[in-house]
């Protein structure tokens, strides 16, 4: 009975981790179109569409190249190269996003609450779309492939707080 504990006690330890691939980690940049005018692209009847521009990402590189050795007496001589790549280029996209009818106070005191339980909300559940909102919006869609501060649908559903197509399940 020992020998058998420590083993069910792991098994049912092991129900409570999360699973990956659910709804919640749902790659949202899958559902991002390149923009191409300043019209939305034509998709099902009634959805509601968002504009985004994520600007370019550069990252500088500083690298000492030694010009001189060390010699008897004498430290080596360095000189700085810098060098500029671009890690991600500048993206103008259209994402679907909840209607405005929808984005009611209860809506988004419902985002609020699922991100509050998420650990990205910190503020007061006001139903109100404020700077903290908007903020911790960004927190849940950045590390998912969409870095905005509008609601995406995608990121409504993987909250559990927009109706989910049968289709994704």
Not at 42 to 51: F, L
Not at 60 to 87: C, H, N, W, Y
Not at 142 to 162: C, H, K, T
Request: proline content about 7%; overall charge negative.
């Amino acid at each position: 009975m020992r020998v058998l504990l420590p083993i069910i006690v792991t098994i049912a330890l092991a129900g409570c981790n999360p699973t990956s691939g659910g709804l919640s980690d749902a790659k949202l940049s899958d559902g991002l179109i390149p923009a191409s005018g300043d019209n939305p692209p034509s998709g099902p009847d009634g959805a509601c569409w968002a504009r985004d521009v994520t600007p370019a990402v550069i990252e500088t590189e500083i690298e000492q190249v030694m010009v001189a050795p060390a010699t008897d007496g004498l430290a080596a001589t360095f000189r700085s190269t810098t060098r500029q790549k671009i890690v991600q280029d500048r993206r103008d996209v259209w994402f679907r996003t909840p209607c405005e009818a929808e984005m009611t106070v209860p809506f988004v005191a419902s985002v609020q609450r699922a991100l509050k339980a998420r650990g990205l909300y910190r503020a007061p559940v006001t139903g109100e779309m404020d700077a903290a909102t908007r903020l911790a919006i960004r927190q849940f869609q950045e590390p998912r492939g969409l870095d905005s501060e509008v609601l995406s649908l995608g990121a409504a559903q993987a909250l559990g707080i927009s109706a989910t197509d049968i289709d994704r399940l």
